[in-house]
C-alpha cells in the first residue's frame, strides 16, 4: 500500500482537490450509511417485501464500488478508475431512482454518497486528464 499511496501522491491533481487525510473518514461515514441502507434493500428483497430486479443496480454499485481501490491503487491505472467511477455513478442514480417508490428513505440518505460520488467522478476525471 506504500507503494500506490506514494504513486497517488506524485500524480497531478488539480487545486481544489481534497486532501488524502479526508478521504478515510468521508469513507467511513459513507460505508455505514450504504451497509445499512442496501442493507435494508437486501432485507426487504430476501423477504419479499421488494422485488429482486430492485436489487440489479445495488448489487452493481458494491461490485463497481469496491472495484475502484484496486483499478486506482493496485493496478495505478487511472483510465480504468475513471471508468469504473463512472459505473460508480450510474448505478448509484439508478439504485436510487428505482428504490424511491418503495422506500423513500433509502433513496433519500443516501445523497450524501451522492454528492460524493458525484464530486469523486469530476475529480477522478480530472486527474486521469491531468496525468494522460
Known amino acids: 500500500m506504500n507503494t500506490s499511496y506514494s504513486w497517488y501522491q506524485q500524480l497531478i491533481k488539480p487545486s481544489w482537490a481534497p486532501p488524502s487525510w479526508l478521504f478515510g473518514p468521508v469513507w467511513s461515514v459513507l460505508y455505514a450509511i450504504i451497509i445499512f441502507s442496501f442493507g435494508t434493500v437486501f432485507y426487504k428483497v430476501f423477504k419479499k417485501e421488494l422485488p429482486v430486479f ?26 480504468l478508475a475513471a471508468i469504473d467511477i463512472l459505473l460508480v455513478l ?15 428513505w433509502v433513496a433519500l440518505v443516501n445523497i450524501p454518497y451522492l454528492l460524493w460520488v458525484m464530486f469523486a467522478t469530476v475529480l477522478q476525471l480530472t486527474v486521469t486528464y491531468l496525468n494522460r
Open 54 to 79: 430492485v436489487l440489479i443496480p445495488f448489487i452493481l454499485n458494491l461490485i463497481f464500488n469496491l472495484s475502484f481501490t484496486y483499478f486506482q491503487f493496485t493496478l495505478q491505472n487511472n483510465y
Open 90 to 104: 450510474g448505478t448509484l442514480i439508478w439504485a436510487l431512482i428505482i428504490i424511491y417508490p418503495y422506500v423513500k
